[in-house]
């Protein structure tokens, strides 16, 4: 997203999916398939290794069998109650979402950092303290993503949710994130009636003791628009000032390695979700180790995803064989 808004790409327009719930549906839901083709030749071949189960945080082959069976069922009972017409819209996002929510991009991913379980960082990345509350709003389309960068806030950070939007149960709790008067909420949004971080302390102290929660919507910018469209009309917004580290700083984003914008602030002014969440925070509380932290553990997040990628890693934070020392027992972190 924009250095000034904070959401990981959302100045990324992207048409990859159908308008159609039904065709949304069935094109989120068939990566099982493509990862079935990706793990049959060595499923078949009998050529699977300990390393190569645990990457998948799988303990046996008829373990794999078993959870695809799953996952193959709770799809097709998905697809059944989005493509069915007496099924209200709002039931089929749902469906949609608690299918995604479950099974995320990969099967077998961590429920947290979204990588691989024999590549997961929950216990490698520094945890900050924040006088803020942090919410990072996912869309259903970017949750599970290995190199999406709002759950690594969600890790990191400790006063943190990450939710989706769409999911009833999250989406619930939004609603209750707007009405509590105990804190000032707002979305980390570019324009010009967003109001700066030091205007948004002000508020915050005339209206609730200082005590600040902060939205970072997680979306391509269609996307965020439309999730934008759901807050309450008097929802306040707060944007990144031309003087923040992150845009005087740097001239490249640290996520641009794995993503396709190769998002630099001269010519695109793009960056990931937890770059702006970092900068906001400097600039909200003025701690410079906690925003190193969080960008040292975007560094890091970058190097696992070229590892999960079978790349070298750029940052040099992580090697392979770092994850290679761990045990197979050791994948259980992830359950």
Not at 28 to 43: D, E, F
Not at 108 to 118: A, D, E, R, Y
Not at 163 to 172: I, N, P
Request: proline share 4%; net charge positive.
């Amino acid at each position: 997203m924009s250095l000034v808004s904070g959401s990981t790409a959302t100045l990324q327009k992207s048409n990859r999916f159908s308008t159609s719930p039904s065709t949304r549906t069935e094109t989120v839901c068939s990566s099982s398939r493509h990862q079935k083709i990706r793990m049959q030749a060595p499923l078949e071949q009998g050529s699977m290794t300990a390393h190569h189960l645990a990457s998948q945080g799988i303990e046996s082959v008829d373990d794999w069998n078993a959870r695809l069976a799953q996952r193959t069922a709770e799809k097709e009972e998905t697809n059944r109650i989005v493509l069915s017409p007496d099924t209200p819209g709002e039931d089929k996002m749902h469906a949609q979402c608690k299918y995604i929510f479950k099974y995320r991009k990969t099967m077998f991913s961590c429920p947290h950092c979204w990588l691989l379980p024999g590549l997961c960082l929950c216990s490698r990345l520094a945890k900050v303290t924040t006088q803020c509350k942090m919410v990072v709003h996912v869309h259903f389309l970017e949750w599970g993503k290995a190199s999406n960068t709002g759950s690594v806030i969600g890790v990191a950070v400790n006063d943190c949710e990450v939710l989706m939007k769409g999911l009833k149960e999250h989406d619930v709790r939004m609603k209750e994130l707007f009405q509590d008067k105990s804190v000032t909420t707002a979305v980390l949004w570019p324009g010009d009636n967003s109001i700066t971080p030091s205007e948004l302390k002000k508020i915050a102290e005339e209206r609730s003791e200082g005590r600040i929660a902060v939205i970072a919507v997680d979306a391509t910018w269609g996307n965020a628009l439309r999730m934008k469209t759901s807050y309450p009309p008097d929802t306040l917004y707060v944007k990144l000032t031309p003087e923040s580290a992150i845009i005087s700083e740097q001239q490249r984003s640290l996520l641009a390695p794995v993503r396709k914008y190769r998002g630099d602030y001269e010519n695109n002014a793009r960056v990931s979700t937890l770059e702006a969440v970092a900068s906001l925070l400097y600039e909200l509380e003025g701690s410079n180790e906690t925003r190193q932290a969080l960008l040292g553990n975007l560094k890091m997040k970058v190097d696992t995803c070229l590892i999960q990628k079978n790349r070298n890693t750029v940052y040099g934070t992580l090697t392979a064989e770092d994850f290679l020392q761990k045990k197979v027992e050791a994948v259980v972190m992830c359950s």
